[in-house]
């Protein structure tokens, strides 16, 4: 053997050993990295625990943070979590931690508009807060994907999403994830009826007030937020004419007189109107009803009302009044809690809080003598069962609700895009996806 050729061939015996030396180190780190990591997301899995700092005999001394109080996942409201999936990550139960769809979509939208749109899921957005920096780079985001996996081989779903709620909800400063819900769901309606109101005008809906019984209201568009003025006998006569399933019916205060003899000497007759459609009034009852059965009336039933009954719980800035109306099928109430001179009731006194107590109180007496009926729904109503969250057609697991639907409304035709349903529903879902798509397609086409 030449002396050339010994000398080629340890070059390339160098390489080899570089090469292979190169990938030992980087394959050590990884599993030093991963096996680091590893360990702490099994720790977060035992509890989602706290750093404790000990005193020099080894008893815990204090918590880095002691304001931080963990609320547990079965105390987080439904409805706040099932919106906070809706929002940030729809797949979230169907992925491994990654969600490719979304991953697509927004590198196809940063191409396009050469931006930094995430596709994070919930479980990225986790292990960025757990253990990442926020600095925006390829190292960081692959290693943000590889800590979501591990998050999700090592954790449940439920774990994920109880360690999310605390972490990242609650690190914004504000204290409970249920005062934060009650605040979105406040935020997230008041916006919805302003809109509304935008979009329809403020002229029908002073004019259906007016019909009401409710006079006198201010033309802005906070009207849609009650910032006009009303006496609560007003606002409880104008209530009535939900379980009328349409009526107006003006109060009286007195029903008949008779005198000494017994003869009738006056006698007061109702007087009804009709105001509003028997569907579009029924519509109203069942979303009333929704308040009482889960909504911000909810507490009516741990008071012990039964049966059917709607109503709707109302508060002003500041806490200065707290209202309660609402309804049977035999009676209609109203209770407004407040100061002659307007001024604070105290802090947190909302209608649910001060004014549903005294309305519950009432009404469980008065049902001893008027029962409530179920109410029927009228004719002309097709009622359809929807997903609670998507408010579309439900799948297997969907907790669902009946909507009623009358002529010309849109029933809603797709299947609910959040939560999984069967195999067989799953491949529903794909066919009609798809075939939306190409719909859309087709009809863009005719457009041309
Ligand atoms: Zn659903």
Request: glycine share 10%.
């Amino acid at each position: 053997m030449r002396l050339s050729d010994l000398r080629a061939l340890s070059r390339r015996n160098w390489l080899t050993v570089v090469a292979g030396a190169v990938a030992i180190v980087a394959i050590v780190m990884t599993l030093v990295w991963t096996g680091r990591h590893a360990w702490a997301i099994h720790k977060l899995g035992r509890g989602v625990g706290d750093t404790v700092f000990y005193d020099a005999a080894g008893r815990p001394w204090f918590r880095l943070d002691e304001q931080r109080r963990d609320v547990p996942f079965e105390q987080v409201a439904t409805a706040f979590k099932d919106a906070v999936i809706a929002i940030e990550d729809h797949r979230f139960y169907r992925h491994p931690g990654i969600d490719p769809i979304a991953l697509a979509r927004a590198a196809v939208h940063n191409l396009e508009n050469d931006g930094t749109q995430g596709g994070s899921t919930i479980t990225q957005q986790l292990a960025r807060t757990l253990f990442l920096s926020n600095a925006r780079t390829f190292g960081r985001k692959a290693r943000e994907a590889a800590l979501a996996v591990m998050l999700e081989v090592f954790l449940s779903k439920r774990e994920i999403l109880e360690l999310y709620f605390n972490r990242i909800y609650l690190s914004g400063g504000i204290y409970g994830v249920e005062t934060m819900s009650q605040k979105m769901l406040r935020e997230s309606n008041n916006a919805a009826a302003v809109l509304l109101q935008q979009q329809m005008g403020t002229g029908p809906v002073l004019r259906l007030a007016r019909d009401l019984g409710v006079r006198d209201q201010p033309d802005v568009p906070s009207l849609a937020l009650g910032s006009g003025l009303v006496t609560p006998l007003d606002l409880t006569a104008a209530y009535a004419v939900f379980p009328t399933l349409g009526y107006r019916v003006r109060p009286r205060g007195l029903v008949s007189v008779r005198n000494a003899s017994g003869e009738h000497v006056a006698q007061v007759h109702v007087e009804r109107e009709r105001i509003l459609a028997e569907p579009v009034a029924y519509q109203m009852l069942t979303m009333l009803q929704d308040v009482v059965d889960r909504g911000t009336g909810a507490a009516a039933r741990r008071y012990g009302v039964r049966g059917a009954i709607g109503g709707k719980t109302g508060s002003t800035n500041a806490y200065r009044d707290g209202w309660f109306v609402g309804f049977s099928s035999a009676v209609v109430a109203g209770v407004w809690v407040g100061f002659d001179q307007p001024a604070t009731i105290g802090n947190g006194a909302s209608g649910a809080r001060v004014a549903l107590p005294i309305w519950s109180d009432f009404m469980r007496r008065v049902a001893r003598q008027l029962p409530p009926q179920p109410f029927a729904a009228p004719d002309g109503l097709q009622s359809q069962e929807l997903c609670r969250l998507s408010y579309a057609r439900p799948l297997d697991g969907c907790p669902t609700y009946i909507e009623h639907f009358k002529e010309g409304d849109d029933i809603p035709s797709r299947l609910c895009p959040i939560h999984a349903g069967s195999l067989k529903e799953h491949a529903q879902r794909a066919i009609q996806g798809l075939l939306g798509a190409l719909s859309r397609i087709f009809r863009d086409q005719a457009d041309l």
